[in-house]
């Protein structure tokens, strides 16, 4: 019996899997990143919707009093303010929850930030299924299919915290005049191991080698893809892995590079199937490919409530469920 059939050795794997990748909270982190980006640069600002502690800026009223403005439950106002501070010469970085910085403020992001070509950082906490037990007012599904749709508009989602850090800054450093749209969790979130090459916007990283099948994911979902890759190893199933860390600009090279060499694309995300990563990539394959293309992510439903790891694992979204659907994929394809 393989490990994917046999419950109790499969709960022991995962088990020892996760615990290999020691967790951090993503609010502490982004506090952390935002603070280090207003030390270096003088321009920066941090601004919020009265939540203060729910991103982690609370730590830094001491340290930069005069940079932190919070204008309190009003995300449409947040958007324009930053707006505003962009335009006077000042690197605002906006820090909200996502269900509301992507949905509420949507024609403030796209036409006081991107229409107006305005450098600012759009920092969307609780994305997905971070805040699973906020319910559908509180989940966000829609937000990477909305912003990479408004033009002049970069969208980032980071996949663990140490990688946050380095898109936050890296979204400081572009020279781009452009928001930048970073999609992050909230709680604690598994730390991955870094191969390869440094972070750079719009260049995905290749986590693991394969030519049977290649994974591709964002945010919280490439710990699962990693993992759905391990348990793939031992059904003798090499798996790719790609983070694709950036949708939009996404990586078209990368994907080419392995639609020429697998069997079947998986594409995994904590989004609607609808407009978001997968959408991205068969964009990009739209000339055309001879292997199927899967999309795993949250379908044309509203979620349920609960705990996140519990709805992760209900809708498909964690690693076993994921390597069994490719088990499935492959065997179908071979047959």
Do not use: W
């Not at 990748?21 to 980006?37: C, I, M, N, T, Y």
Request: net charge negative; hydrophobic share 45%.
């Amino acid at each position: 019996m393989s490990l994917l059939d046999h419950p109790a050795r499969l709960r022991d794997h995962v088990a020892a899997f996760r615990a290999a990748h020691p967790r951090k909270d993503v609010r502490s982190q982004f506090g952390e990143s935002v603070g280090a980006l207003l030390d270096r640069r003088p321009d920066a600002v941090a601004v919020t919707a009265d939540l203060l502690h729910a991103t982690g800026l609370a730590g830094l009223r001491d340290r930069h009093a005069d940079r932190l403005i919070n204008v309190g439950i009003a995300e449409q106002n947040l958007t324009g303010v930053a707006a505003g501070l962009a335009a006077c010469g000042k690197l605002p970085v906006v820090c909200g929850y996502a269900a509301f910085l992507t949905l509420r403020a949507v024609e403030q992001a796209k036409v006081d930030c991107a229409y107006n070509e305005l450098k600012v950082i759009l920092a969307g906490l609780a994305s997905g299924l971070s805040y699973g037990v906020g319910g559908p007012t509180h989940q966000t599904f829609e937000d990477v299919a909305i912003m990479r749709a408004i033009p002049n508009t970069i969208v980032v989602a980071p996949s663990d915290p140490v990688e946050l850090d380095h898109a936050l800054q890296a979204a400081a450093e572009h020279p781009a005049a452009t928001p930048v749209y970073l999609r992050l969790g909230r709680g604690p979130e598994h730390v991955l191991d870094r191969p390869g090459a440094p972070f750079a916007i719009g260049r995905a990283a290749r986590l693991a080698e394969g030519r049977d099948v290649c994974i591709v994911a964002h945010g919280a979902m490439v710990l699962e893809a990693l993992l759905a890759a391990d348990l793939l190893r031992a059904e003798g199933i090499a798996a790719e892995v790609l983070n694709m860390h950036t949708v939009k600009p996404i990586d078209r090279g990368a994907i080419l590079a392995a639609a020429a060499q697998v069997r079947a694309m998986v594409v995994v995300e904590e989004h609607s199937t609808v407009g978001g990563l997968g959408s991205a990539v068969l964009e990009v394959l739209e000339g055309g490919h001879a292997f199927p293309v899967v999309r795993i992510g949250i379908e044309d439903a509203y979620p349920p409530i609960g705990p996140t790891p519990e709805l992760r694992e209900a809708l498909g979204l964690s690693g076993p469920r994921i390597a069994g659907r490719i088990r499935g994929l492959l065997t179908k394809a071979a047959g």
